[in-house]
């Protein structure tokens, strides 16, 4: 890793099992050089907990993953000449993962998660295993991992034992861009492969972090969706000539339900001053906008509450210990329990997906309203000459086709548990699974969204010369930085990636998020965010 990319003067990230956050995972992810750690207390923690296992080894009595056999083999007694070899062939054994590697920032979080997870003191590894994850994270190594091949009960067995594999020498790893032998890199660098002791090969395989790694970096994304839906939305809005007396504060504040109010208070923040609003606030026979617009603080806004709650299982989770058996020197014992299965974040990253669909579907109606001149006051698919151009009647389509693989993505992997292992687990919770799922639609909707962005800013064009709200007109502003207005017919493709670019890159969030230092303040009461 670049030392260069590290912010002037900042102290490195003490690693320390229980305090890490979302936005450092992210962070690490990222690759931005913020140099790791571990806490000196959390140091004591790990020499504890192997102490007290090797304590253990010098008795009689039986402890599962460590003079034992794996699950069904559970009851197979293991030698002592023969229990590092059980380590290092329970990796190797474990590296059945297929598909597509996942990214570098994936794998990064995955390392980190797992590092701190160790870092707690209930896993009964050496301290090396720790400190050679931060290494790997501090040097821009990054194992190369599949992304299919787990269950996400008993851990996320197969993605972690390749990340294990390499840290012996073996597999391969990407640095510099470069895919190599983990073991010509390791000798290049000069470190030398590990070789496990008893618990260390189950140490480094059993847990929940790829799972949680691929769901926080989704709900960091899902984050900036929600908060993009809102700008979107608030330009469909305009484009319309809609109202926003829904979104008075009152009316929310009768409803209580805190994201409802978040969103409604930035909707309102980016519709203020609004020129197009003024134009027919007298003598329209509507009285109310169509579900899709009037309703985009009680759907939005029940996105954000599930955002709440998914960040917290996500944020508890990385700070957790999830190993068997664990290891508890404090009340001297070494217990076989379940902290492993992932059934709590599966079904958060599944809900999640739900969400984002609904989000999804509200704006493909929004989009919907736009194009039709039945319903907008526009031309047909906001085009100059309907008939011989077709404006954006296929981005429509585009956006229709991603929200309905959407739909498919939002029925839940963790209700779809089969058993493995000789039924000795009988009941997995597929929080992989979960997780390519969430990663797939956020996608999907952030191309979405930034669809109906580009025809928001169309039907502007449309209403000139007057000025939408602030916050829209700024938007508005962004977007034609990366895209012209539609004259004619053209190649839309790259129109729609570029915003998605933008889109993900958080800057219309940013735009809504501004309506927490405004004077239109959310309602009060509870958080969401």
Same mark, same amino acid.
């Given at each position: 890793?670049?030392?260069?990319?590290?912010?002037?003067?900042?102290?490195?990230?003490?690693?320390?099992?229980?305090?890490?956050?979302?936005?450092?995972?992210?962070?690490?992810?990222?690759?931005?050089?913020? *140099?790791?750690? /571990?806490?000196?207390?959390?140091? &004591?923690?790990?020499?504890?907990? #192997?102490?007290?296992? +090797?304590? =253990?080894? $010098?008795?009689?009595?039986?402890?599962?993953?460590?003079?034992?056999?794996?699950?069904?083999?559970?009851?197979?007694?293991?030698?002592?000449?023969?229990?590092?070899?059980?380590?290092?062939?329970?990796?190797?054994?474990?590296?059945?993962?297929?598909?597509?590697?996942?990214?570098?920032?994936?794998?990064?979080?995955?390392?980190?998660?797992?590092?701190?997870?160790?870092?707690?003191?209930?896993?009964?590894?050496?301290?090396?295993?720790?400190?050679?994850?931060?290494?790997?994270?501090?040097?821009?190594?990054?194992?190369?991992?599949?992304?299919?091949?787990?269950?996400?009960?008993?851990?996320?067995?197969?993605?972690?034992?390749?990340?294990? *594999?390499?840290? /012996?020498?073996?597999?391969?790893? &990407?640095?510099?861009?470069?895919? #190599?032998?983990?073991? +010509?890199? =390791?000798? $290049?660098?000069?470190?030398?492969?590990?070789?496990?002791?008893?618990?260390?090969?189950?140490?480094?395989?059993?847990?929940?972090?790829?799972?949680?790694?691929?769901?926080?970096?989704?709900?960091?994304?899902?984050?900036?969706?929600?908060?993009?839906?809102?700008?979107?939305?608030?330009?469909?809005?305009?484009?319309?000539?809609?109202?926003?007396?829904?979104?008075?504060?009152?009316?929310?504040?009768?409803?209580?339900?805190?994201?409802?109010?978040?969103?409604?208070?930035?909707?309102?923040?980016?519709?203020?001053?609004?020129?197009?609003?003024?134009?027919?606030?007298?003598?329209?026979?509507?009285?109310?906008?169509?579900?899709?617009?009037?309703?985009?603080?009680?759907?939005?806004?029940?996105?954000?509450?599930?955002?709440?709650?998914?960040?917290?299982?996500?944020?508890?989770?990385?700070?957790?210990?999830?190993?068997?058996?664990?290891?508890?020197?404090?009340?001297?014992?070494?217990?076989?329990?379940?902290?492993?299965?992932?059934?709590?974040?599966?079904?958060?990253?599944?809900?999640?997906?739900?969400?984002?669909?609904?989000?999804?579907?509200?704006?493909?109606?929004?989009?919907?309203?736009?194009?039709?001149?039945?319903?907008?006051?526009?031309?047909?698919?906001?085009?100059?000459?309907?008939?011989?151009?077709?404006?954006?009647?296929?981005?429509?389509?585009?956006?229709?086709?991603?929200?309905?693989?959407?739909?498919?993505?939002?029925?839940?992997?963790?209700?779809?548990?089969?058993?493995?292992?000789?039924?000795?687990?009988?009941?997995?919770?597929?929080?992989?699974?979960?997780?390519?799922?969430?990663?797939?639609?956020?996608?999907?909707?952030?191309?979405?969204?930034?669809?109906?962005?580009?025809?928001?800013?169309?039907?502007?064009?449309?209403?000139?010369?007057?000025?939408?709200?602030?916050?829209?007109?700024?938007?508005?502003?962004?977007?034609?930085?990366?895209?012209?207005?539609?004259?004619?017919?053209?190649?839309?493709?790259?129109?729609?990636?570029?915003?998605?670019?933008?889109?993900?890159?958080?800057?219309?969030?940013?735009?809504?998020?501004?309506?927490?230092?405004?004077?239109?303040?959310?309602?009060?009461?509870?958080?969401?965010?």
């Amino acid at each position: 890793m670049d030392d260069s990319r590290r912010g002037e003067g900042e102290a490195p990230y003490l690693l320390d099992g229980s305090s890490l956050t979302l936005e450092v995972v992210a962070r690490v992810a990222e690759g931005d050089g913020l *140099l790791l750690v /571990l806490d000196p207390e959390a140091e &004591e923690e790990i020499r504890r907990s #192997r102490a007290f296992v +090797e304590s =253990l080894l $010098e008795g009689t009595d039986q402890i599962y993953g460590v003079t034992t056999g794996f699950g069904r083999l559970a009851e197979v007694v293991i030698p002592a000449d023969q229990r590092g070899e059980l380590q290092v062939n329970l990796v190797r054994s474990h590296c059945a993962g297929v598909g597509n590697s996942l990214s570098a920032a994936e794998v990064r979080a995955i390392m980190l998660l797992r590092a701190n997870a160790l870092a707690r003191g209930h896993s009964g590894c050496r301290l090396e295993l720790v400190t050679r994850l931060l290494d790997y994270l501090n040097r821009g190594i990054h194992p190369r991992v599949p992304e299919a091949g787990s269950v996400g009960a008993s851990g996320d067995l197969a993605p972690l034992a390749h990340v294990a *594999l390499t840290l /012996l020498g073996e597999g391969e790893v &990407e640095v510099g861009g470069e895919v #190599r032998p983990a073991a +010509e890199v =390791l000798e $290049e660098l000069g470190i030398p492969p590990l070789e496990l002791k008893e618990k260390e090969g189950l140490a480094l395989i059993n847990g929940t972090q790829a799972t949680t790694a691929l769901g926080i970096l989704s709900c960091l994304r899902a984050q900036v969706a929600v908060e993009t839906a809102e700008v979107a939305g608030a330009m469909t809005l305009e484009g319309l000539k809609g109202t926003p007396e829904a979104f008075r504060a009152e009316a929310h504040a009768v409803r209580p339900h805190p994201g409802q109010g978040r969103s409604a208070a930035r909707l309102r923040y980016l519709l203020r001053d609004s020129e197009i609003r003024e134009s027919h606030r007298y003598g329209d026979p509507r009285v109310q906008d169509a579900y899709s617009v009037r309703c985009m603080p009680q759907v939005h806004g029940a996105a954000r509450e599930v955002l709440a709650y998914v960040r917290r299982i996500l944020e508890t989770e990385a700070n957790s210990t999830t190993d068997n058996p664990l290891v508890l020197p404090e009340a001297k014992v070494v217990v076989s329990a379940g902290n492993f299965h992932g059934q709590v974040v599966a079904q958060a990253l599944d809900f999640l997906a739900m969400a984002l669909t609904d989000l999804a579907a509200m704006s493909e109606r929004r989009l919907e309203r736009l194009l039709n001149p039945d319903l907008s006051g526009h031309p047909p698919f906001l085009t100059r000459e309907p008939g011989i151009q077709s404006g954006f009647m296929i981005a429509q389509v585009t956006a229709v086709d991603l929200l309905a693989e959407m739909r498919v993505l939002a029925h839940p992997a963790s209700v779809d548990s089969v058993p493995t292992s000789a039924n000795q687990e009988d009941h997995v919770s597929m929080g992989m699974a979960a997780a390519r799922k969430l990663r797939r639609s956020v996608e999907c909707l952030e191309t979405i969204l930034a669809i109906e962005l580009l025809c928001g800013a169309q039907a502007l064009e449309d209403l000139k010369p007057l000025l939408p709200g602030k916050g829209v007109q700024e938007a508005h502003e962004i977007l034609r930085e990366e895209v012209a207005p539609l004259t004619r017919d053209r190649v839309l493709s790259g129109d729609i990636r570029r915003v998605t670019e933008v889109v993900r890159g958080g800057v219309f969030a940013q735009l809504a998020r501004e309506a927490e230092t405004g004077t239109d303040r959310p309602n009060p009461g509870g958080t969401a965010p």
